[in-house]
């Protein structure tokens, strides 16, 4: 590379450590990362620097802070990511003030349809891809509005926000990532409390897709600048978080090839249709006692939380970025190496899967060294005791929250 590549990261998750791991395995370099508050995914990390700007998610605050790490780091080539949906979409508002850094996500018009997941379902219709039956809402409703009659299926319900970005800027007691309502007064009693916080956007009902945390997969593609897909890795979940604010966040994974996927094509051509530029990640799932019956519950703009499995898989996303991004050419990568990722306690993945056919497929993946563990980084444990204890506290921790928000499959 012609430049030094810096990495530069809003947020601390998860979804932070994975890319810094990932430009540190790639480049040996550093990232840095600015955050509200210390997360214990980054805390003591050598890998990170992490700077804590209480205000970062306010959009004067964060280009006053990115502003002045650039006018510091002239000559560099700076590669700035979004590790929630709050902090990409103001990248994606604030590309043109943003112009010293590589920013590799897609453009307003995007963020301003498919973003939103009632206005992505509109897209998928233009394209034949399928996803569950869906009844959108603009505000508070009444129980007699929601029976399954007026709503076309039956229940139990998903019901979730159009907008996540919007969601959690205001929150309340008791917020979950995505409802399940039993009946029309559940139904309205959610809807209306997440109204009455104050989101404004639309609401989504949607039919429940039979079927556990391993009916669910995860698929992640690349794309260049001038919105040619570039790489496709396919991920078949073995666990979910069940944490009320995490549910549906992926705790494991297994890697099946591209090739075995058939919405993959699908996928690529909407994406290069709409000109979408960056990463995108989709949240899919296998209806039950179906061998194909697929259907697509939403896009992220950007990698998502569990990204590491695509690194782990041979794809490494930091390189995309630094590399692919502002390259021109036609080939795409369709991963079809088979790994087995995970960021939670093995053990726990074994005990919780409902899937013991997939659970003996990640034991065979890690007898045979086809295994990666997010935080599991030995160079960021060498002659650093902090963070080393730091990691065994949180997979203690994630192995407490098993025992109290799921059951045992094993």
Not at 111 to 130: M, N, Q, R, S
Not at 196 to 211: H, N, R, S, T, V
Request: contains cysteine; hydrophobic residues 35%.
């Amino acid at each position: 590379m012609d430049k030094t590549i810096t990495p530069v990261l809003l947020g601390a998750d998860l979804n932070c450590y994975n890319i810094a791991r990932a430009f540190h395995e790639q480049y040996g370099v550093k990232s840095y990362a600015f955050g509200r508050y210390a997360v214990s995914a980054t805390k003591y990390s050598k890998i990170i620097h992490f700077t804590c700007v209480p205000k970062i998610d306010e959009e004067p605050v964060m280009l006053d802070t990115l502003h002045r790490f650039a006018d510091t780091h002239l000559g560099e080539k700076l590669i700035l990511f979004g590790c929630t949906d709050e902090y990409v979409a103001m990248i994606i508002r604030n590309k043109n003030e943003l112009s010293d850094f590589l920013c590799p996500y897609p453009s307003v018009s995007v963020l301003e349809t498919v973003a939103k997941k009632a206005e992505f379902y509109e897209t998928c219709d233009k394209f034949g891809i399928p996803y569950p039956e869906t009844v959108v809402l603009t505000g508070k409703t009444a129980a007699s509005e929601l029976t399954a009659e007026k709503l076309g299926f039956k229940y139990p319900i998903i019901v979730k926000p159009s907008s996540s970005a919007d969601y959690w800027k205001f929150p309340f007691d008791g917020m979950k990532k995505v409802y399940t309502a039993d009946s029309p007064e559940e139904a309205e009693t959610i809807i209306n409390q997440i109204y009455g916080a104050g989101y404004p956007d639309k609401m989504i009902l949607q039919e429940f897709i039979d079927g556990g945390d391993s009916q669910m997969r995860v698929f992640t593609a690349f794309s260049d600048q001038q919105g040619k897909v570039r790489a496709m890795c396919l991920g078949h979940t073995m666990l979910e978080e069940h944490t009320p604010k995490g549910l549906g966040n992926h705790a494991a994974i297994v890697t099946e090839p591209v090739t075995s996927f058939p919405l993959s094509e699908k996928l690529k051509d909407m994406l290069e249709d709409m000109g979408y530029t960056g990463y995108s990640n989709f949240d899919i799932k296998l209806r039950e006692g179906t061998k194909d019956d697929y259907r697509v519950f939403e896009v992220n703009l950007r990698h998502g939380r569990s990204n590491y499995y695509v690194t782990a898989a041979g794809i490494n996303l930091a390189k995309l970025a630094a590399e692919v991004y502002e390259s021109e050419g036609d080939d795409c990568i369709r991963c079809d190496r088979s790994v087995f990722w995970h960021h939670i306690p093995r053990s726990t993945v074994y005990a919780y899967t409902d899937d013991r056919q997939l659970v003996e497929t990640a034991k065979k993946l890690d007898r045979e060294g086809n295994e990666s563990s997010s935080v599991w980084y030995k160079p960021d444990f060498v002659m650093n005791p902090l963070r080393f204890i730091c990691v065994l506290e949180q997979l203690r921790r994630q192995k407490k929250k098993y025992k109290i928000y799921c059951v045992k499959k094993g």
